[in-house]
């Protein structure tokens, strides 16, 4: 399996960006796609998932502001990012689990100016 995110970039605060991943590889239909991001000095965090039947779950830290999403046909799933604040600047990963095993994509930075 392999996993290519996109879309990252600069932004200024307030503004919005939306993440790319897309999936190739051996897929199963029964999955999970997350987002998870890691700031400098941080440690990774779990930003957003969504599972193949469309069950959603955000950090506290994104609720109304993040909206995950994904298109099955496709084998992509979206982060759509809104109202975006500094502290929302990290590397974001792009992550899969199926048949119990994980997968990561490369990371893709968002940088949020103030």
């Known amino acids: 399996v392999q996993l290519q995110a996109s879309g990252g970039g600069l932004v200024q605060a307030g503004g919005s960006l939306r993440l790319s991943c897309a999936a190739s590889?051996?897929?199963?239909?029964?999955?999970?796609m997350a987002w998870y991001r890691q700031a400098p000095g941080k440690q990774r965090e779990l930003v957003a998932h969504i599972t193949s039947g469309g069950a959603t779950g955000y950090a506290d830290s994104v609720k109304g502001r993040f909206t995950i999403s994904r298109d099955n046909a496709k084998n992509t799933a979206y982060l759509q990012m809104n109202s975006l604040k500094p502290e929302d600047t990290a590397v974001y990963f792009c992550?899969?689990?199926?048949?119990?095993?994980?997968?990561w994509g490369p990371g893709t930075l968002v940088t949020v100016s103030s």
């Open positions: 590889g051996t897929l199963t239909s029964i999955n999970l």
């Open positions: 992550h899969r689990f199926q048949d119990s095993k994980l997968y």
